[in-house]
């Protein structure tokens, strides 16, 4: 119950304030849906200092764990980028002109897109249990897989940053320091070591600036499937896991390949059309992943489509059985008899 939640907030917010000074920066949850904030929720000056958080991961559902290298980048790009986006604004339809007191800050993520971490921990702790070392302990990454790591991290700095929608303050990488090697792509401090995560710019720089669009690195971006280990057997798919969502977006699905240039050079998802005048500017989501079917879907489709068609003559004859056909007459009618 959203009215439940915003209460809460609200005395929190009271609370903290009263005992700990107006200045005090205050971080909320987003319920994992950053557009049930944007009604004015907090918009006014007096709450500037205040974050709406979100926490954004691709390794907690299988789903998005069995994507490509490329389609990861794509995500953050789609998904992820219009979550960030999703609030908070004065002019709330419209999205144009961000609020001037909530804001958005991205307060999880990390550079891990293939393993579920609790699951590896279990390996983790049962090495160490029988031998005194933990698993993978010594653990090194491939160059593939580090300049795929480089430019996964830097679509999420790009999009989390939604610099030309001036809504977020940042994000927080999760996390500073890992022991070992099992969880090294949640090791900020190693990435920074080994070069798979870039120097955090200036706070007067743009990600945007120095690595190119999102959609820019989608299509730089090696989609080898040899870069990534799924972890655990895909097989294992919780279809029931609260965590997950489908993964229909065109972008997503075609690994990039429906992407176009525009007039200027840039790179544009030809399934959402933005429509504008002088009072609005509507973007409008066309229906996700028609084009780019796999094989297997088609098949499946193909096979579906035939077997409905057998179906139907199968009936229209039962239906006609016992019946005689007579020779259309002057008028073009069709007389039958029993």
């Known amino acids: 119950d959203m009215n439940v939640i915003k209460k809460f907030d609200n005395m929190a917010l009271d609370i903290v304030r009263k005992n700990m000074g107006e200045s005090t920066s205050i971080y909320i949850g ?12 907090w918009t006014e000056p007096k ?33 992820n980028h219009r979550d960030t986006i999703g609030c908070c604004y004065e002019d709330e339809a419209n999205k144009t002109i961000p609020s001037e007191g909530i804001s958005r800050i991205i307060g999880e993520w990390s550079a891990s897109p293939d393993t579920l971490v609790c699951d590896k ?15 993978e302990f010594d653990r090194q990454l491939s160059p593939e ?13 790009v999009s989390y940053e939604a610099a030309d929608s001036g809504a977020s303050s940042g994000w927080f990488y999760w996390t500073f320091k890992m022991e070992g ?30 690595y190119g669009s999102c959609y820019d690195i989608v299509l730089q971006t090696s ?9 655990p057997d895909p097989t294992s798919l919780d279809t029931h896991n609260w965590q997950g969502f489908p993964i229909d977006d065109d972008v997503v699905v075609s690994h990039g390949e429906n992407l176009q240039k525009d007039a200027d050079g840039e790179w544009y998802d030809p399934s959402s059309v933005t429509i504008s005048n002088d009072n609005e500017q509507v973007t409008v989501q066309a229906k996700p992943a028609t084009k780019y079917l796999n094989r297997n879907s088609v098949w499946l489709l193909l ?29 073009g009618g069709v007389v039958e008899l029993e």
Not at 32 to 41: E, R
Not at 310 to 326: D, F, N, P, Q
């Open 30 to 41: 987003d319920v994992f849906n950053s557009t049930k904030f944007n009604d004015g929720f």
């Open 47 to 79: 709450y500037k200092g205040t974050y709406l958080d979100s926490h954004y991961y691709h390794v907690f559902d299988e789903r998005p764990r069995h994507l490509s290298p490329r389609q990861h980048v794509a995500l953050v790009c789609q998904k």
């Open 121 to 135: 921990l279990d390996d983790v702790m049962a090495a160490i249990a029988e031998s005194g070392i933990a698993s």
């Open 145 to 157: 897989r580090r300049a795929f790591l480089r430019n996964f991290v830097e679509a999420q700095m």
């Open 181 to 210: 090697g099992a969880f090294a792509e949640w090791d900020f401090s190693r990435g920074l070591r080994e070069g798979w995560i870039p120097p955090i710019p200036e706070s007067n720089v743009a990600s945007v600036d120095l």
């Open 223 to 231: 989609d080898s499937s040899t870069i990534l280990q799924e972890f």
């Open 303 to 331: 096979f579906l489509v035939v077997g409905v068609a057998l179906v139907l003559k199968k009936r229209r004859k039962k239906s006609h059985a016992g019946y005689t056909e007579i020779d259309k007459g002057t008028d």
